[in-house]
């Protein structure tokens, strides 16, 4: 099993930018599909983006698209998520998650290994 700690959150202001990285220890970083959710209070976890173990394929919750990119350096084993015009209702703790499969819809119930979380609040 593969196992992910997430770097890069904190405290932005509305309309800037961040970049979360989830770094993997383990041989088989390679061979996971990987993802982002996050958790906002009171709300349950929800996908944000998810990218196939090459990289050629991506996917993203329609509330970031065209905001967010993820991609990945499989030799650094390492996945990220490029954050743009980010808006108050980005405030989530954000995790990393290794994926049993790739989709362009995916559940939380699809993670095989998750991440510790790091904290996006962004204020006005």
């Known amino acids: 099993q593969v196992q992910l700690v997430e770097s890069g959150g904190g405290l932005v202001q509305a309309g800037g930018s961040l970049t979360l990285s989830c770094a993997a220890s383990?041989?088989?970083?390679?061979?996971?599909?990987m993802g982002w959710f996050r958790q906002a209070p009171g709300k349950e976890r929800e996908f944000v983006a998810a990218?196939?173990?090459?990289?050629?394929?991506?996917s993203y919750a329609d509330s970031v698209k065209g905001r967010f990119t993820i991609s990945r350096d499989n030799a650094r084993n390492t996945v990220y998520l490029q954050m743009n015009s980010l808006k108050l209702e980005d405030t989530a703790v954000y995790y990393c998650?290794?994926?049993?499969?790739?989709?362009?819809?995916?559940?939380?119930?699809?993670?095989?290994?998750w991440g510790q979380g790091t904290q996006v609040t962004v204020s006005s």
């Open positions: 990218i196939s173990w090459s990289g050629s394929g991506t």
């Open positions: 383990g041989r088989t970083f390679s061979r996971y599909a």
């Open positions: 998650a290794a994926l049993t499969y790739y989709s362009s819809t995916i559940y939380p119930r699809d993670a095989a290994s």
